[in-house]
């Protein structure tokens, strides 16, 4: 086993990758020089979550950057590519595992030359929703998020202008551009690319969706108790987490920060006041994307309760609705039940989001 | 969706919605389908403890509005019992009046996201400040009001006719309506949200009704009409009696979302508008005062979350006070 857990996982995947072509192949799926490519499984389409805003993901696309099956194709071979990394050892996809709601499982990534950021890496759900990115929102869309972590020197350390370099020397993503966003790759378009692969992530088939639509075959009691204590004030967890799209979208101080740690937003806005907040995050597929907390320092689901139920860490910035909270075991196990149900499992293991196997 | 809630026993602060009184299934319109007309006589809250509500019919100190447009005023957005998403322009024409809001306290500005004294020893880092604006109308000399559209730099009508101000982002710190150009004597709007507006579910809806406008409550109690939140450094009681809240979120009446709940505002001062280009006036907005109403001697008896948060009791007692405060006042 590589000594790098990263290592060990970028060769899990390629080993779920090679078993899934023998089983393709097997079943007589598999391609043969006389027979042509396989037709990728579209990944463009009109699934919305419950209790989300109108409109589908596509209709979230900016003017400039349309949602086409093409776009999201190309950029779903880029998010893939260790190319787009200095060492080429390093793809979105080595940090973004979709097993784990295209989160990272270790507190924090490592990047090339086994370096390693301070923040964990987010899941990657239903933004096509989102109004800001990255933890402390310095990206106003995912266009502009996109490049970032390419360029990041803890990350994949590739300036885009070299990215672009190399994957304008391979002709198969010469025609992918051209037939993208009708013409050579440029930095921009290499972007839009990714950010419409990340566009089409949308979970929506969760216990918790199926329940807001009237069906509440896998939503059982617990998960109603949880669900009617989690939008109560006495846990208190709808202040930022409000019904149905389980984020506002907003920067809060939840308790995490202490003294001279990351200061979260306050390094974007420079304000006091934005000292140890962070983006709110969404709930979809939360048990599948641990650890939790900007800087993954939270193992567990549990671990989450035991921080609110304390207050949080008792900075003074800490947001006034983060109180002491005083919870029953059986109140915490619901919690968790309906923290639960808000898995999509068909996400999760959804084969449109596997890496390509070539 | 949200339809399987209804009449759910949706639980705040321990204590079952659905026993909020008009708080049931009659309350759950749809966007754009009017929800229900009750609240339509301009009826007072006062009955409930409650603000003089101005919305749809009466105007700030119970004065009349005139759409005074050029579109039927009942088939926009604003009136009472309808809250669409993009309602009928009351006027193609007229003159941009900004009305950029500046927080101040005790006549100082009062500076979002830093430290601002508020007693010796005792100062304020605002972490989060928001407010609805609604039912915009400009009073003409003899009281008449004169209704107008909030609208945005290019003039297009806001959704629903509704106003966020986000001290948190400088973007939306400047309401602007669409005013027929005359000399006026101030202006009024509702602190808050229509009725119609705040009943239903943000899903489905577009900012700022949307959940991202961070104003949303578990159904099935409206939206939060002002959220502020703080961090406040020294003695929290300064020792006088008085008290800085740390957190204050006010809603509507939320015993009964069928009347109009937010507060009713009227700020006074001479307003010209001109015929051409555009006009600005900063509206200040009283920090002070709204620490004061939410600090203010309100029997909440009653009153269902009391208990539960003080940010909502506060917000409670800043809305049944806040008629009675120059919570906004035009700059010198």
Same mark, same amino acid.
């Given at each position: 086993? %590589? ?56 209709? =979230? ?15 779903? =071979? ?9 060492? *080429? ?15 990272? %499982? ?31 929102? =310095? ?35 010469? *025609? ?14 290499? =972007? ?167 | ?29 749809? %966007? ?187 159904? %099935? ?112």
């Amino acid at each position: 086993m %590589p000594a790098n857990p990263s290592a060990a996982r970028r060769t899990n995947g390629h080993r779920r990758a090679a078993a899934l072509a023998v089983a393709l192949a097997a079943a007589g799926c598999g391609s043969s020089p006389s027979m042509p490519p396989p037709v990728p499984a579209p990944l463009v389409d009109d699934g919305v979550p419950a209790g989300f805003p109108a409109g589908t993901a596509a209709s =979230r696309a900016p003017a400039d950057n349309a949602l086409t099956e093409a776009r999201a194709q190309l950029g779903k =071979r880029l998010f893939f590519d260790t190319q787009l990394s200095r060492t *080429r050892e390093i793809s979105c996809g080595t940090c973004h595992l979709a097993d784990h709601a295209f989160s990272d %499982p270790d507190a924090v990534s490592t990047g090339v030359d086994q370096r390693t950021g301070t923040r964990n890496a987010p899941a990657l759900v239903n933004l096509a929703w989102g109004t800001s990115f990255f933890w402390d929102g =310095r990206a106003a869309t995912l266009e502009e998020q996109a490049g970032k972590p390419i360029e990041n020197p803890d990350e994949m350390d590739l300036a885009l202008a070299d990215a672009v370099a190399r994957v304008g020397a391979d002709p198969t993503y010469a *025609r992918a551009f051209d037939d993208a966003y009708g013409g050579p790759v440029t930095e921009e378009s290499l =972007r839009k690319a990714i950010a419409s692969f990340v566009r089409v992530l949308v979970s929506a088939g969760s216990p918790y969706d199926r329940h807001l639509r009237g069906d509440d075959g896998d939503f059982g009691d617990a998960e109603r108790r949880g669900e009617a204590l989690f939008l109560s004030e006495k846990a208190g967890c709808f202040h930022c987490h409000p019904a149905g799209t389980l984020t506002n979208e907003g920067f809060f101080n939840n308790g995490v920060y202490t003294d001279g740690g990351d200061a979260g937003r306050q390094i974007v806005t420079g304000r006091t006041g934005d000292t140890g907040k962070f983006k709110v995050p969404g709930l979809r597929n939360v048990a599948a994307s641990a650890p939790y907390m900007h800087d993954g320092s939270l193992a567990t689901l549990d671990d989450v309760l035991d921080h609110y139920t304390r207050g949080g860490n008792g900075n003074a910035f800490t947001d006034p609705t983060i109180q002491p909270l005083t919870l029953t075991a059986d109140e915490r196990a619901d919690l968790l039940a309906f923290l639960g149900a808000l898995t999509d499992p068909a996400f999760l293991s959804d084969p449109r989001w596997r890496a390509l196997l070539d | 969706m949200f339809g399987p809630h209804v009449g759910k026993a949706m639980v705040l602060g321990g204590v079952a919605a659905s026993l909020i009184v008009g708080c049931g299934k009659g309350s759950t319109a749809s %966007p754009g389908t009017g929800g229900s007309a009750a609240g339509a006589g301009g009826a007072s809250a006062a009955g409930n403890g409650g603000a003089v509500g101005a919305a749809g019919i009466s105007g700030a100190a119970g004065t009349p509005i005139d759409a005074g447009g050029d579109a039927p005023a009942d088939d926009g957005g604003s009136a009472a019992g309808v809250c669409a998403q993009a309602p009928v322009p009351r006027r193609s024409t007229g003159t941009i009046l900004e009305l950029p809001f500046e927080a101040v306290f005790e006549g100082q500005p009062f500076v979002y996201g830093e430290a601002n004294t508020v007693a010796p020893g005792q100062s304020v880092i605002p972490t989060n400040f928001r407010f609805y604006v609604s039912e915009v109308a400009l009073i003409e000399p003899g009281n008449r009001s004169i209704a107008v559209d909030a609208v945005s730099a290019s003039r297009g009508v806001l959704p629903y006719g509704v106003f966020l101000f986000n001290a948190e982002s400088a973007d939306a710190q400047t309401l602007r309506v669409l005013a027929p150009p005359g000399s006026y004597d101030g202006l009024s709007f509702v602190l808050g949200l229509t009725p119609a507006c705040n009943q239903g579910s943000a899903a489905g809806r577009v900012f700022p009704l949307s959940a991202d406008s961070q104003m949303t409550w578990p159904i %099935p109690i409206g939206y939060l009409f002002l959220r502020y939140e703080s961090v406040v450094t020294g003695a929290v009681d300064a020792g006088d009696g008085a008290r800085v809240p740390r957190a204050i979120h006010m809603g509507g009446d939320i015993r009964n979302l069928n009347v109009p709940g937010g507060i009713s505002v009227r700020v006074d001062g001479a307003l010209s508008v001109p015929a051409d280009g555009s006009v600005r006036k900063v509206v200040r907005v009283a920090m002070d005062q709204i620490f004061a109403g939410a600090t203010s001697d309100v029997d909440l008896t009653g009153f269902p979350f009391a208990a539960d948060a003080d940010e909502i009791a506060d917000g409670e007692r800043l809305r049944r006070s806040g008629a009675g405060l120059p919570l906004f006042t035009f700059a010198p």
